[in-house]
């Protein structure tokens, strides 16, 4: 599977912005499908989701705020992030594993594909 995410950009406090992560390659709709981040000097971390049923999960930092959603006639994830804050910079980065234990979400090791990541900045 080959991922290409999009949509990034500068945004100030409060803005609304949503990524896309178009995938091609394999049966796009048997993969559950997530999107991680990365700010500077950190590590990968964990913020929403789908599976390949529709079930959502949430980073605790981004509930309420971030919507993670899928079109499988598009092949394309999305995660329309909300009330963006500037704790929010980071690269975003899509990825797909084609089984994953919903208990191992979080763990960046789990996911077989990745995309190139998104920079999204937030001016507060």
């Known amino acids: 599977v080959q991922l290409q995410a999009s949509g990034g950009g500068l945004v100030q406090a409060g803005d609304s912005l949503r990524l896309s992560c178009a995938a091609s390659g394999r049966t796009f709709r048997n993969y559950a499908m997530a999107w991680f981040r990365q700010a500077p000097g950190t590590e990968r971390t964990f913020v929403a989701l789908?599976?390949?049923?529709?079930?959502?999960y949430y980073g605790d930092s981004v509930k309420g705020r971030f919507t993670i959603s899928r079109d499988n006639a598009k092949d394309t994830v999305y995660l329309q992030m909300d009330s963006l804050k500037p704790d929010d910079t980071a690269v975003y980065y899509c990825a797909a594993a084609e089984f994953i234990y919903i208990s191992r979400r979080s763990r960046a090791t789990e996911y077989d594909y990745w995309g190139q990541g998104t920079q999204v900045t937030v001016s507060s």
């Open positions: 789908i599976t390949w049923n529709d079930e959502t």
